[in-house]
Every structure is written in structure tokens, then in C-alpha cells.
């Protein structure tokens, strides 16, 4: 059974860095893209960041571009997201996702129904 586990969360003033990390288990992860999504209160889930399954290439929503890196590390399963120059909009709850089946594409999946198994979430709050 997939199972995600994000951890690293918490609270930091906004310019502030903190790290994410995910721990995947269940099965070997090692040709799946994997992603960060956030949920912010009274908002919808949407698309933080994108790695593909050998850490090559990497996608991020725009409003982080700059600021986040995503990033993998196959032999211990796991994600992660560097957050840099943080504001008080990134607080939300984030999670990592990866799909249930391997994607072979070029395009990167950023769409929320494209993923099948979800962590838990680690809330990050950034205060002003």
C-alpha cells in the first residue's frame, strides 16, 4: 500500500526558509514523477511543484518560481521543497502526490487529478 508522509512544516517570518520533505512507501518510486500541491484555507488544492522520476527536470507554479526547488532522492524515497524568501500567501497545507501509474510524456502532470495517492499535508505558516 502507497503511503506519503510530509514533514518539515511549521511557523517562520515571512523572508524565512523552510524545508520539506516526503516519505514515500509501498512500492519503488523510482519512474514516477512525484509533486507538491497546497491547499490555503477557504481555497481549492493547486499545483506547487513538479519532479520528474530521475530529478532532471522540474516544473513550478508561477506565484513560486524563484523562491521554491524541488528535488528527489530515489534511493531513500523521498522529496523534497526548499522554500526560500517566504510569504505570508504561502501559508497553507502542503502536500506531495505521485500517480498511480508511470507517465511516460514529456509533458510534466500538474493537475490535480492527474495524481492518485496523497500524504497526509504538513501546514506551513508564514507571518507577516
Known amino acids: 500500500q502507497v503511503r506519503l508522509v510530509e514533514s518539515g512544516g511549521g511557523l517562520v517570518q515571512a523572508g524565512g526558509s523552510l524545508r520539506l520533505s516526503c516519505a514515500a512507501s509501498?512500492?519503488?518510486?523510482?519512474?514516477?514523477?512525484m509533486a507538491w500541491f497546497r491547499q490555503a484555507p477557504g481555497k481549492e488544492r493547486e499545483f506547487v511543484a513538479v519532479?520528474?522520476?530521475?530529478?532532471?527536470?522540474?516544473e513550478y507554479a508561477d506565484s513560486v518560481k524563484g523562491r521554491f526547488t524541488i528535488s528527489r532522492d530515489n534511493r531513500k524515497s523521498a522529496i523534497y521543497l526548499q522554500m526560500s524568501s517566504l510569504r505570508p500567501e504561502d501559508t497553507a497545507v502542503y502536500f506531495c502526490?505521485?500517480?498511480?501509474?508511470?507517465?511516460?510524456?514529456?509533458?510534466?502532470?500538474?493537475?490535480?487529478?492527474?495524481?492518485?495517492?496523497w500524504g497526509q499535508g504538513t501546514q506551513v505558516t508564514v507571518s507577516s
Open positions: 519532479v520528474n522520476w530521475s530529478g532532471a527536470r522540474t
Open positions: 509501498g512500492r519503488t518510486f523510482d519512474s514516477y514523477n
Open positions: 502526490a505521485v500517480p498511480d501509474e508511470i507517465v511516460l510524456s514529456p509533458r510534466l502532470p500538474t493537475g490535480l487529478d492527474e495524481y492518485d495517492y
